[in-house]
């Protein structure tokens, strides 16, 4: 099993595997997407773009988002983004007026600041360096979706598999002033951002939910049990 198209060719052509699934990751049903800690302060900072992630990953674009905080004292300065996770700057870089750096969290703890936030950044560099170029399942864009919150995601080829730009989301190219551009976008287009939202849910309750990639999981099994079953296993050696 694999979590994105993507990956198929990879599995079959480097791991020499001829039968592959493709199981995409999920989120909690949006019903179920309950709160489970603490309210959360973003909820008193007005219009903030939240990015979750680590600075360990290049991949996970941490330095766009601080750019996009830059750009966004320019584009509009009535809306912020916050941080939940680590940050990495070069010392003697102060960080952005516009940038809320709430550190790292529990599970608990980052699923409030996502509900807390009008926005969810999902923003990736591409890896040249990988078959096919970037891949992936991002369960933080389901998790965006099933908690209510609009997404901003990186125009690159397995997100525009999944978001759908103007419908389940915003597609930005890998550009700070374009990241702006679209939260700004969100803050004043209410009638969007209430699209988006409603999109996103539905996206989660009819298909990237675990509920979903359990049965999908669960079939695979029975196939390989039922495949073994007729085949046989092989008799051990005396």
């Known amino acids: 099993m694999t979590v994105a198209d993507e990956l198929v060719g990879y599995v079959c052509a480097e791991l020499g595997i001829a039968d592959v699934t493709v199981v995409e990751n999920g989120a909690d049903l949006p019903d179920d997407a309950a709160a489970t800690g603490p309210a959360s302060p973003l909820r008193d900072r007005g219009f903030v773009a939240l990015w979750m992630g680590s600075a360990s990953y290049p991949w996970q674009a941490q330095d766009a988002v601080i750019a996009a905080a830059r ?15 680590d940050v990495r700057q070069d010392a003697g870089d102060p960080p952005p007026p516009g940038l809320i750096v709430m550190g790292p969290a529990p599970r608990a703890a980052a699923a409030e600041h996502l509900r807390a936030s009008a926005v ?24 965006a979706w099933s908690a209510g919150v609009p997404v901003v995601a990186t125009d690159l080829a397995s997100i525009r598999r999944i978001v759908r730009d103007g419908e389940t989301g915003l597609l930005v190219p890998d550009d700070a002033h374009a990241v702006a551009t679209a939260i700004s976008r969100l803050r ?47 008799r051990s050696a005396p």
């Open 71 to 85: 750009a966004l004292e320019r584009v509009d300065p009535e809306a912020s983004i916050a941080i939940v996770g």
């Open 120 to 143: 969810a950044l999902c923003l990736y560099h591409d890896t040249p360096w990988a078959l096919d170029g970037f891949y992936m399942s991002p369960i933080k864009l389901f998790e």
């Open 188 to 234: 004043t287009d209410h009638a969007l951002r209430s699209r988006l939202v409603e999109a996103g849910r539905r996206a989660v309750r009819e298909h990237y939910n675990w509920d979903r990639a359990a049965d999908q999981i669960a079939a695979v099994i029975t196939r390989v049990h039922e495949r073994r079953r007729r085949v046989g296993r092989p």
